[in-house]
């Protein structure tokens, strides 16, 4: 069992930035493929970039190139630098970790956060 706390969220003018953190419970964090995910009103969950249990990195093509997934095993942490950010990225945004599957499909996740918004404003 895993429990996800996300932080960091809150309010940005567009080209700003913001940290996320995702702490994880229990001992076996390094043992997951830790993922974010977005979700902005009446829309689908979507992906946003996942760094695996072996380092493997992969972001969505909205986000690459400004949004920055890392984890920290000692820490237990994963975080998401995101930099100018604009106000499409606004979302509420979750941390999530599976033991194995599509690292981009949210059904594959097995635990996930509860959730920090972010919002951007023009």
């Not at 996320?20 to 977005?38: D, I, N, Q, V």
């Amino acid at each position: 069992q895993v429990q996800l706390v996300e932080s960091g969220g809150g309010l940005v003018q567009a080209g700003g930035s913001l940290t996320l953190s995702c702490a994880a419970s229990g001992r076996t964090f390094s043992s997951y493929t830790m993922g974010w995910f977005r979700q902005a009103p009446g829309q689908e969950r979507l992906f946003v970039a996942t760094v695996t249990w072996n380092g493997n990195i992969a972001y969505a093509d909205s986000v690459r190139g400004r949004f920055t997934v890392s984890r920290d095993n000692a820490k237990n942490t994963m975080y998401l630098r995101m930099s100018s950010l604009k106000p499409e990225d606004t979302a509420v945004y979750y941390c999530a970790a599976m033991y194995s599957g599509s690292y981009y499909d949210r059904r594959r996740y097995d635990y996930w956060g509860q959730g920090t918004q972010v919002t951007v404003s023009a």
